[in-house]
């Protein structure tokens, strides 16, 4: 592997106070955005980032100069710069700990998006759950505004511009670029038909770039060491560094930076510390509820745009959710499922009824209702789903079900067929039974349970009523000796 | 009801165009824990707004609630870390607990519960917050003592 010489988006984190300026601009912040001003035209820049090879992180992966160059050439009164703060994905909180730990970063960032594509307002949409993410978001403006790096004739140039921040309101779908054009406006987040793309009518009719947090912060980097600089980091289409959150069933969760091009094994293994209690690898699943599930035999390929996407994967948001053999992966279709139904906005036929009627049919086949023609209704389903939903929540939706009916699916079969759950994790299929050795009689299942089908005295051991267990699984989750035995 | 002096501070943040609507019913939301019916009014006209687009953002988006809710807002992590570490049991503990559903507020108006979709502290899953707090690791016999630290003494 290629040694990093040092990490660029999570370069500043817990190293630097994020409230002050000063701390930035110690380490070199805003000394990419000086130069940019006195010493570059807005072209040049543009050209820095055209170069550098670098692609939009948020999911899609599209070069962000080719996006800029868009906008800067469409023509429009006004021009509008968005970074995209929402971070939806459940299990994704790499942007949350830039925007909280190295703000500035952002607002430098888009100043030089700004300068090269000539817009004179920004816009900082940060999701409903990061309060922080925004109080902090908002120092490091009115800080910036307070020594000329915002604002009006930025460090005495002719070069105008000014970054409002927009909490979210608890909408994932607003992390869709014309959803959130649409919250940014006071409406309710609705994606709209593309074309015409932001660059080309975003932000009330006007050219807007869109880019993500990690996006952004690469930015001043790129101008600081140069295009050949950044170009050199990662492989032929993906330059630079990716970061993750890496999660799940890992040892050391944690955010971690690596060149594109870095192994996944080595990610999870060596960075992510390898499975909790050491048990066995079953699969990962990136960029969340829009995202595959990549199985073991995926574990050597490269981090990168197109092998992630070969692979039926997808390098996305960066959320990498670790999965071990407990993990059922029926259960965690559904859950996807579940997340998406109740996210879905509700315009468009098939992400609104298309999650409702997958979400449906795999609860049934988790509580041991399913049939073998479910599995290929729901291929059927999910193929009109991704060729006809508007935007990407239903398009991508379907993902971690096909992935999994794909690479795991002798566990749905265990479902339908033998009514069975083998990673013991689907509670209607399971038996919970109490072993009389090692039970002591604590009460602690008897009275958790809701439905009095446990019954035993003090000190001695329980017993469960299998005609009256409506297998909550409580007695298992509370019992503090493992005498609640499960099986399927 | 609401306090037409505060009403006015939080307008008078604002320039009073149709795009501030969120963000003056987001003040609205974090001052009174819920956004009254006069409030919502006044609102649609001082910015121009029809009546039917300010209900359709305040129903639209899951931080706003046309309800009060209670003192102390409890939300349990469903992100996929948390549900992968009993997130659903984490869940259905509080459920019992409360005697609410997700949505609801508690009769004594001490708790409301809201499932939200990950607060990113996947590192401590499964999570529950109350108000500000986070509590990671949360097992089903621990919701218990969690809650007793908040309810008023009697």
Request: with cysteine; glycine share 12%.
């Amino acid at each position: 592997m290629s040694k990093i010489e040092f990490p660029l988006v999570t370069r500043n984190l817990g190293a630097i106070d994020p409230e002050s300026l000063e701390a930035y601009a110690a380490v070199g912040g805003y000394a990419s955005l000086k130069r940019a001003l006195t010493e570059m035209t807005s072209e040049a820049v543009l050209e820095a980032v055209d170069k550098s090879g670098l692609r939009g992180r948020g999911g899609g992966g599209f070069p962000t100069g080719r996006k800029w160059r868009f906008c800067r050439e469409a023509p429009g009164e006004q021009k509008f710069i968005i970074c995209n703060g929402s971070e939806g994905d459940p299990g994704a909180f790499l942007d949350r700990a830039v925007m909280e730990g190295d703000p500035h970063a952002i607002v430098e960032g888009m100043a030089l998006g700004a300068y090269a594509i000539g817009a004179g307002q920004g816009f900082i949409y940060v999701g409903h759950e990061y309060p922080l993410a925004a109080t902090r978001l908002r120092q490091a403006i009115t800080a910036a505004r307070e020594q000329g790096f915002l604002g009006e004739k930025i460090l005495g140039t002719p070069f105008s511009f000014d970054i409002q921040v927009r909490r979210g309101a608890g909408a994932y779908v607003c992390g869709e670029e014309t959803a959130l054009i649409n919250f940014i406006q006071g409406n309710i987040g609705e994606p709209r038909n593309r074309p015409p793309y932001p660059p080309q009518k975003g932000l009330w009719g006007q050219p807007t770039i869109i880019n993500n947090v990690e996006t952004w912060a690469n930015v001043p980097v790129i101008i600081n060491k140069g295009a050949e600089w950044f170009a050199a980091i990662g492989t032929k289409d993906s330059k630079g560094t990716k970061v993750f959150s890496v999660a799940g069933r890992v040892k050391k969760p944690g955010i971690v930076e690596v060149p594109m091009g870095t192994p996944l094994r080595q990610v999870i293994f060596d960075l992510g510390g390898g499975i909790k209690k050491d048990r066995e690898f079953k699969a990962v699943i990136t960029s969340g509820p829009g995202g595959g599930v990549l199985p073991k035999q995926f574990l050597d390929i490269p981090v990168e745009f197109e092998s992630f996407q070969a692979a039926g994967g997808n390098l996305g948001s960066g959320s990498m959710v670790v999965m071990d053999d407990g993990c059922c992966m029926v259960d965690v279709a559904r859950y996807f499922l579940e997340f998406s139904h109740e996210e879905s906005c509700g315009k468009c036929t098939p992400c609104r009824e298309g999650t409702k009627q997958l979400l449906k049919i795999l609860t049934e086949i988790t509580k041991g209702n399913g049939t073998e023609e479910d599995l290929g209704l729901m291929e059927e389903l999910c193929a009109t789903m991704a060729a006809a939903s508007l935007c990407g929540l239903g398009q991508s939706a379907v993902n971690p079900v096909l992935s999994t009916l794909k690479y795991f699916r002798e566990e749905y079969e265990a479902h339908v067929r033998e009514k069975k759950c083998p990673a013991l994790v689907c509670r209607p299929l399971l038996k919970y039974t109490v072993d009389p050795e090692t039970c002591t009689g604590c009460l602690a299942c008897l009275r958790e349970c809701q439905v009095g089908a446990i019954t035993g005295d003090v000190e001695e051991p329980q017993e469960i009523d299998q005609e009256l267990c409506v297998k909550c699984g409580m007695c298992h989750a509370v019992c503090k000796f493992d005498a609640v035995k499960v099986e399927s | 009801m609401t306090d037409p002096e505060r009403l006015e501070t939080i307008m008078s943040r604002y320039e009073g165009v149709a795009a501030d609507l969120i963000p003056v019913l987001q003040d609205i939301q974090d001052d009174c824990n819920y956004l009254p019916k006069d409030a919502l009014k006044i609102v649609a006209g001082r910015l121009n707004v029809p009546l039917t687009q300010v209900y359709s953002v305040a129903t639209f988006y899951k931080g706003f609630s046309l309800e009060p809710r209670g003192v102390h807002h409890v939300q349990v992590c469903r992100g996929t870390t948390c549900h992968l570490h009993g997130g659903t049991r984490l869940q259905e503990g509080v459920i019992r607990r409360l005697g609410i559903e997700p949505g609801q507020t508690t009769p004594d108006g001490q708790f409301s519960l809201e499932q939200v979709k990950c607060v990113g502290k996947c590192g401590a899953a499964p999570v529950l917050a109350v108000g500000e707090d986070y509590f990671g690791e949360v097992g089903v016999d621990g919701v218990t003592k969690i809650l007793r630290t908040y309810r008023k003494p009697k």
